[in-house]
């Protein structure tokens, strides 16, 4: 069964630093997500990306975060200068169209620890 | 704007059944979707309901009142592996076709 994948699981890095996180959504789908959640608090949106570009994006995603999907297969999100409070567990999801029963598959998130 | 709300946490017996309720205000309905999540991992898909009424699917079943703002997941023949978060969330068809998620149901099954 396709499958969004997600990679590293795990990051650790220092405040300051630059962070690539990467998936590869499944292959026929159409919109691209970005969620965050932070230990024990909800999954918060951060961006959405359809047709090569961003179609919305919340307040947290502000000027140090960035997406791409630089050849057809891959989505990243940057993070340019990391903070203590970006600590958290990332979710990329893709879905395959706007209408119908056209739920978020997520992949399995990459960890992020700001030290 | 988007609001969504589920009581924080819940628990129940093995066998049992529980209703988890939703209720939500948006400004560009296109779905409401039910999510589990165990701790440490990825939300999973569970139940999507777009019109009025129940949707059943084994022993989950999901509400739907468009009219109220209002929605329910249904466990029935709750077993302990359904220990986990429940998640309601509202696919906003003019907020990027995003997908808005409640803050959760924490839901504790004993034995």
């Known amino acids: 069964e396709p499958e969004v994948t997600q990679t590293p699981s795990h990051q650790v890095t220092q405040m300051g630093q630059e962070v690539i996180l990467r998936c590869v959504p499944i292959?026929?789908?159409?919109?691209f997500y970005w969620y965050r959640q932070i230990l024990g608090q909800k999954v918060e949106f951060l961006v959405s990306?359809?047709?090569?570009?961003?179609?919305?994006k919340s307040e947290i995603f502000d000027d140090q975060f960035s997406v791409e999907r630089p050849d057809g297969s891959n989505f990243t999100l940057k993070i340019r200068s990391t903070k203590l409070e970006d600590s958290a567990m990332y979710f990329c999801?893709?879905?395959?169209?706007?209408?119908?029963?056209?739920?978020?598959?997520f992949g399995q998130g990459t960890r992020l620890t700001v030290v | 704007g988007q609001n969504i709300d589920q009581p924080t946490e819940m628990t129940a017996t093995e066998g049992a059944i529980v209703q988890i309720n939703c209720t939500y205000q948006?400004?560009?309905?296109?779905?409401l979707f039910w999510y589990q999540q165990h701790a440490g991992e990825a939300p999973t898909f569970l139940s999507y309901?777009?019109?009025?009424g129940l949707e059943e699917k084994g022993r989950f079943s999901s509400f739907l009142s468009r009219s109220k703002g209002y929605s329910y997941l249904l466990l029935k023949e709750l077993q302990m592996k359904d220990s986990a978060s429940y998640l309601c969330?509202?696919?906003?068809?003019?907020?990027?076709?995003?997908?808005?998620f409640g803050p959760g149901t924490r839901l504790s099954v004993l034995p």
């Open positions: 999801a893709s879905t395959p169209r706007d209408r119908g029963q056209t739920e978020a598959f």
């Open positions: 309901n777009v019109l009025d």
């Open positions: 969330a509202v696919r906003e068809m003019n907020y990027g076709q995003n997908f808005v």
């Open positions: 292959s026929n789908h159409l919109y």
């Open positions: 948006t400004s560009g309905f296109n779905g």
């Open positions: 990306f359809y047709n090569n570009e961003i179609s919305e």
